[in-house]
């Protein structure tokens, strides 16, 4: 293990992820979460190594990617760690330490896209992104889009806020904000 | 008096007394089914049948409701009343071939199949239900219809409010017919023994505990028929020692005591918020206090360490920290449940032979032979996870899961989340203070930490005193401790006790506080500031008093004062500024006098 | 009574959702009032790439509703409810990030006070209602149908203070008022269907949804009752390949719609995709 302080400390300021030093290693949080045996490492695991400043191993992890959100773990930790905050902001220390992005990126990457343009989701634009990365993924989906176009629920034509202009400014606030902080 | 022949023996009875009261007061034998002592009799089952001889005649009567005569003559035991109450036993059978009274009763009798033909039903039609229920007050039940649709029932057949479900009527009926949620418009609210915890029933008057002190029965006001409708009142009738008393109340006494030992103990913690575990859903899931009742002798079960359904376990888990260590809950260590779960393991690796399994976060052995014995029990095979049980759940996910709870929980050491079922689940129930303790710690003028557990006098130097003299503290009510602990602080704090009163007197400060009575105007706020509680208020002069046994002279209250009323001894107000002034006005010089090193 | 209306993306897709929605409260007169210009919240793809962004959404929805006058947001997703939940709870205790989300949303003359209480359709019905007033509009008996809870994950987490995190018990009640048999001892209550995984990671989400039917389905439930359209989605389509007998998972604005006697039209039990057969 290579132990990388810089890094750590980012998570510890800017993402406050410094309340992991209160981690009892108790196995809660890995015992709660439904897809812990997919895991690399099982959120404790990850804590203990990330505390370690062991943050390659921990960033390289598909266990925050496999993260469902559903904040089982953080109900229950007995030291109230918010766990599940925590796999968010390891997801976004990945992404800018430019580690090889997971199909789960992809994913959100394909929900956000028409979001920004639109402002509002359909299954279908989402799915569309998906698709063009992981073709073999989205086939496994095709048996349902199709009984779904079947029933009529998927809707093709991208469904717009009513004052795009004004989302959109704002979104791009938002952007520049971010990258002044 | 009244004279007759019982067997062969001349005996006396009472006017009005029947046969079958003489007959028992004399140990004689005879079966009854429909009797009870505190009911009118009714003569409905027959078996209590005897040969009389009277007036020249032989007749068959149901001693339960023959009133005696002078000279009548009673045999209880001849041929023919035994051929008699066997054809009634054979009907009984017929009629309710299932239930396990009349079974042993025709065992008894050497019949083994009725010659009538079988009916399925489980009721004798003694009854005593609705005698019992007309005693209540009630009446809520009565035997109805003609023939073969004779029954018991309600008016019209359907649940009444005239029913209070105090469930009398269950408990006396011989065959288990009665369910009360059938009569009841009412829920049906069994009375759980708060000494099995919940784990059996008691009824209205009870032993609290085998062990009591005093013991002595008492009585639940708010079961008992008698105090709340004024009915009943059989346990008085029962009472040989004459003991029942209705007008009992509690009582409060004063005792004046030279020194005060708090020893309030804790209470459990109750699992219920924790909805992962189960506890109160699945009812293999127990409290570790439930469990020390399974596995005791008096217990529920004699003892026998078995599941609600009668099964013999084959695997138990023991979830360590259950409401201990979690800042949702209780944040500290309850320091012996690690030693306590570990006992279970062994008692029920003994008793079953199951394989056991502790889920814990650390295993905490500090005392003597403690960590030996965790040795042992690995040595015996208990299964150690190393991990906080996220769940107990019935979901089945591979066969083996049918029927069974399974304990998912991370194995942390082995990095694998495990699922492992069980045939029970005890909750190693941390400690918290009994409730009431912060009403006992105002009273005695000490002070609880943020846990709410007492605080001692220093936690090294002090562990048994607290800042008000005369007040010790033993056992749990200071912090989680266990039984060597407990019984060692205890005997301290005896000491302690008996010290200050061997001595005889008592050694008080000698800057103590003075309250001058002309300047006082009563306000009281003296008496808030003392954390000693050595200030009181004498209502008849409306001004505060101190007890110089008591104050520490701190001088929170001289302090405090608005009107200058308080002064403390020997460092009253005037002497402390002369001293200022003193210091302040100094001629030069004055710090090699007062052994300063002066520059 | 008024509430402003948050429906969310996938409401408008998911099988008869809007239509009992809105049949719903038309007869039980809950006037649900679309927030004008809502967009998505994000949910948890903005909370995994975005920081600022991610709570700049749920914002704008909750500022459009403080401009347009209401005071409580009312949603039918959990993930929505969830969303909205957080940020309302970190925006107030967060000065410095208000401030910043405010600065964004000055952009569009919007402003976020937080002054408004976040909910869902479900809780509404059961904590707003009087219960005997909605017994009242009852037209079917529903005491015959053994009714499978399931809240999914998202719904009481994680700030429990609608109900138990772990073991809710507000839609159990629910399902009684309208008539029907909750099924008592349902442990998958909350178990999670695996959420957006299901697209990426079948596979490994298959065996989540296996515990939710099956559970349901060995206790003697006759349906599964959800309040969030993902959680639908997943345990209705997953179904096909788990070797378990199928079991219809429909909205509890389908439930109620069927009590209050509502025609096929306004409940389009159609849209399901496993059929709902059950003869009611
Ligand atoms: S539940 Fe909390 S304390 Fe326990 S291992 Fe997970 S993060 Fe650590
Ligand atoms: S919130 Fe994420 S890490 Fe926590 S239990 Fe759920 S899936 Fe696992
Ligand atoms: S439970 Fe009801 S029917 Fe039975 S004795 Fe009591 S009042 Fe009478
Ligand atoms: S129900 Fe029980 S007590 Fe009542 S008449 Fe029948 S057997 Fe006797
Ligand atoms: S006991 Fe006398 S008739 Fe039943």
């Known amino acids: 293990m290579t132990a990388d302080p810089v890094l750590r400390d980012r998570f510890f300021k800017k993402y406050h992820g410094a309340e992991i030093q209160n981690c009892i290693q108790c196995g809660t949080c890995s015992g709660s979460c439904p897809l812990a045996e997919h895991m690399d490492f099982g959120p404790r695991q990850l804590f203990a190594m990330v505390r370690e400043g062991d943050m390659s191993a921990a960033l390289h992890a598909n266990t925050m990617w496999l993260c469902v959100s559903c904040y089982h773990c953080m109900v229950k930790c007995p030291r109230g760690i918010s766990i599940t905050d925590h796999m968010y902001s390891l997801k976004k220390m990945a992404v800018e330490e430019g580690v090889k992005a997971p199909k789960m990126l992809h994913l959100y990457l394909s929900f956000n896209a028409p979001v920004e343009k639109h402002g509002r989701l359909t299954d279908v634009a989402a799915m569309a992104g998906f698709g063009l990365r992981h073709p073999l993924a989205a086939l496994g989906n095709m048996g349902l889009g199709m009984k779904l176009a079947a029933k009529n629920r998927l809707e093709f034509k991208p469904r717009t806020v009513s004052n795009i202009a004004g989302f959109k400014k704002v979104m791009e606030k938002a952007k520049e904000l971010e990258r002044l902080s | ?599 | 009574m008024k509430y402003g209306f948050f429906p969310g993306c996938s409401y408008k897709g998911a099988a008869g959702y809007k239509e009992s929605t809105e049949a719903v409260c038309r007869s039980l007169g809950i006037a649900l009032m679309e927030i004008e210009g809502w967009n998505c919240c994000g949910a948890t793809s903005y909370w995994s790439t975005q920081d600022l962004k991610a709570y700049v959404l749920p914002a704008r929805i909750m500022a459009l509703a403080e401009k347009q006058g209401f005071t409580e947001i009312v949603n039918v997703c959990n993930a929505c409810y969830s969303t909205l939940r957080k940020a309302h709870e970190k925006l107030a205790g967060d000065n410095d990030l208000r401030q910043k989300v405010n600065l964004a949303l000055a952009e569009e003359g919007l402003a976020y006070s937080g002054n408004l209480k976040i909910r869902h359709l479900m809780e509404v019905i059961v904590n707003d209602l009087n219960a005997d007033d909605v017994k009242k509009n009852i037209k079917k008996d529903l005491s015959g149908l053994v009714v499978a809870p399931y809240y999914g994950c998202q719904l009481n987490r994680p700030w429990a203070d609608m109900d138990d995190a772990y073991y809710p018990v507000l839609m159990d009640r629910l399902i009684e008022i309208v008539g029907a048999k909750p099924l008592k001892n349902y442990s998958a209550k909350t178990e999670c269907c695996g959420a957006a995984q299901m697209v990426a990671h079948k596979d490994f989400c298959i065996p989540l949804t296996n515990r939710i039917v099956k559970d349901a389905v060995s206790k003697g439930a006759q349906t599964i009752c959800t309040l969030c359209p993902l959680c639908q989605l997943n345990v209705d389509s997953s179904q096909q390949g788990l070797g378990l007998p199928k079991i219809p998972v429909i909205f509890f604005t389908q439930l109620m719609g069927l009590a209050l006697g509502l025609a096929e039209k306004d409940l389009m039990l159609n849209k399901l995709l496993t059929p709902f057969k059950i003869a009611v």
Request: charged share 25%; net charge negative; hydrophobic share 35%.
């Open chain 2, 1 to 599: 008096m009244i004279t007759f022949t019982l067997n062969g023996k001349e005996v006396q009875g009472k006017k009005g007394q029947y046969i079958l009261q003489v007959a028992q007061e004399h140990g004689v034998e005879i079966p009854t089914l429909c009797y009870h002592k505190a009911l009118e009799p009714a003569g409905m089952c027959r078996l209590c049948m005897v040969e009389m001889h009277y007036g020249g005649r032989v007749r068959y009567v149901t001693s339960c409701n023959y009133v005696i005569r002078d000279g009548m003559e009673i045999k209880t035991d001849t041929e023919e009343v035994h051929h008699i109450r066997k054809v009634i036993v054979e009907m009984m059978l017929a009629r309710c071939p299932e239930v396990p009274v009349v079974k042993k009763l025709a065992q008894q009798y050497g019949i083994k199949e009725p010659r009538f033909k079988t009916e399925d039903d489980d009721c004798l039609l003694c009854g005593l239900c609705t005698r019992i229920c007309e005693k209540m007050g009630r009446g809520a039940i009565s035997l109805t219809g003609r023939g073969l649709e004779f029954k018991v029932d309600t008016p019209f057949h359907a649940q009444t409010d005239v029913c209070m479900a105090c469930g009398a009527c269950e408990s006396i009926c011989p065959t288990g017919h009665i369910d009360i949620r059938n009569i009841t418009k009412y829920e049906p609210r069994p009375l759980l023994s708060e000494w099995d915890v919940g784990l059996a029933t008691r009824s209205a008057v009870y032993l609290p505990f085998p062990q009591a002190v005093p013991l002595a029965a008492v009585i639940d006001p708010e079961a008992c028929v008698h105090l709340r409708t004024g009915n009943c009142g059989v346990c008085k009738e029962f009472c040989e020692a004459g003991a029942i008393d209705f007008n009992q109340k509690d009582e409060i006494v004063e005792i004046n005591a030279g020194s005060i030992i708090v020893a309030t103990g804790f209470e459990p913690f109750d699992p219920t918020p924790l909805t992962q575990y189960g506890f109160g859903r699945y009812p293999e899931v127990y409290t570790s206090i439930q469990f020390e009742r399974i596995n005791n002798a008096t217990g529920p079960t004699a003892g026998e360490i078995v599941t609600k359904d009668g099964r013999k376990p084959e695997a138990v888990a023991i979830i360590h920290c259950v409401g201990s260590r979690d800042q949702n809950h209780m944040k500290y260590c309850s320091r012996i449940c690690c030693m306590y779960s570990m006992k279970f393991a062994h008692l029920v690796r003994e008793k079953t032979g199951a394989e056991v399994y502790e889920f814990y976060i650390d295993i905490r052995s500090p005392g003597k032979g403690y960590e030996e014995f965790y040795n042992r029990l690995q040595e015996e095979g208990t299964h150690f996870i190393r991990g906080k049980v996220s769940q107990v759940t019935d979901i089945v996910d591979s066969p083996e899961d049918e029927g069974k709870l399974v304990v998912v929980a991370e194995d942390t050491l082995a990095r694998t989340v495990r699922r492992i079922p069980v045939d029970m689940v005890i909750l190693s129930v941390g400690l918290k203070p009994a409730a009431g303790i912060e009403e006992i710690a105002r009273m005695v003028g000490i002070s609880l930490d943020s846990d709410g557990w007492i605080n001692e006098l220093h936690p090294k130097l002090g562990p048994l005193a607290t800042p008000s003299d005369g007040i010790f503290i033993a056992g749990c009510c200071q912090g989680p401790k266990d039984i060597p602990d407990s019984v060692a602080q205890g005997q301290g704090a005896a000491g302690e006790a008996l010290s200050l009163i061997s001595r005889g007197k008592l050694e008080i400060e000698a800057a103590v506080s003075v309250i001058d009575p002309e300047r006082c105007m009563g306000c009281r706020q003296c008496e808030m500031v003392c954390v000693y509680g050595a200030i009181s208020y004498n209502a008849s002069l409306s001004v505060c008093e101190v007890n110089t046994a008591i104050c520490k002279g701190c001088g929170n209250c001289a302090a405090t004062c608005p009107n200058k009323a308080i002064e403390l001894r020997h460092f009253n107000n005037d002497e402390l500024l002369a001293e200022v002034e003193g210091l302040m006005f100094a001629p030069v010089g004055i710090e090699e006098h007062l052994g300063g090193t002066a520059m």
